[in-house]
Antibody
Framework: EVQLVESGGGLVQPGGSLRLSCAAS????????MNWVRQAPGKGLEWVSY????????YYADSMKGRFTISRDNANNSLYLQMNSLRAEDTAVYYC???????WGQGTMVTVSS | DVVMTQSPLSLPVTLGQPASISCRSS???????????LNWFQQRPGQSPRRLIY???NRDSGVPDRFSGSGSGTDFTLKISRVEAEDVGVYYC??????????FGGGTKVEIK
């Protein structure tokens, strides 16, 4: 079964850090470019970051540049999002998704609050 | 950045009746390769988004044929020919022709009258 499973979400104080993981199975992960997309409570979808299949090309949404770092480990079929200097407005469900957006994970909730 | 504007915000529909959602982009979504990278997603309550349509009008595997996508340039439409109870949720368009950033529409909530 084709699957993406996110983990690593939780409650963090403003200014803190969190590392999200996304475990892929059921497909050849190393062939797929990947994205992170987030959804604030009751709001729409917002693209966060992209990484190419080899990891050599990376893009970020402007509001995440300098604070978030996307990476991947193709040997372990995993995608990551390191989030630093977190703000209240980063509170959201974070989804990993294939670049074709035909595969999505179930999401992991990040809450930034004191 | 390409701005995606959806309408309406909310769409109450009677079961068995058609529904139509509009998505407009701030610039043409025709890519230099000739393709138009416009996707439609469905997000049912409490679930992750699911892709329904890619490249304007291509239905994903397993998507009922009552869903159809059309349009060109800056004007796109998702149609549901006969709404069923399982179609309740929020629908999003997304462009992948001019990125980064990838951009989504604000969403249209489909509910049953």
């Amino acid at each position: 079964e084709v699957q993406l499973v996110e983990s690593g979400g939780g409650l963090v104080q403003p200014g803190g850090s969190l590392r999200l993981s996304c475990a892929a199975s059921g497909f050849t992960f190393s062939d797929y470019s990947m994205n992170w997309v987030r959804q604030a409570p009751g709001k729409g979808l917002e693209w966060v970051s992209y990484i190419s299949s080899s990891g050599t090309t990376i893009y970020y949404a402007d509001s995440m540049k300098g604070r978030f770092t996307i990476s991947r480990d193709n040997a372990n079929n995993s995608l990551y999002l390191q989030m630093n200097s977190l703000r209240a407005e980063d509170t959201a469900v974070y989804y990993c998704a294939s670049h074709a957006f035909d595969i999505w994970g179930q999401g992991t909730m990040v809450t930034v609050s004191s | 950045d390409v701005v995606m504007t959806q309408s309406p915000l909310s769409l109450p529909v009677t079961l068995g009746q058609p529904a139509s959602i509009s998505c407009r982009s701030s610039q043409s979504l025709v890519h230099s390769d000739g393709n138009t990278y416009l996707n439609w997603f469905q997000q049912r309550p409490g679930q992750s988004p699911r892709r329904l349509i890619y490249k304007v009008s291509n239905r994903d595997s397993g998507v009922p044929d009552r869903f159809s996508g059309s349009g060109s340039g800056t004007d796109f439409t998702l149609k549901i020919s006969r709404v069923e109870a399982e179609d309740v949720g929020v629908y999003y368009c997304m462009q992948g022709s001019h990125w980064p950033p990838l951009t989504f529409g604000g969403g249209t909530k489909v509910e049953i009258k």
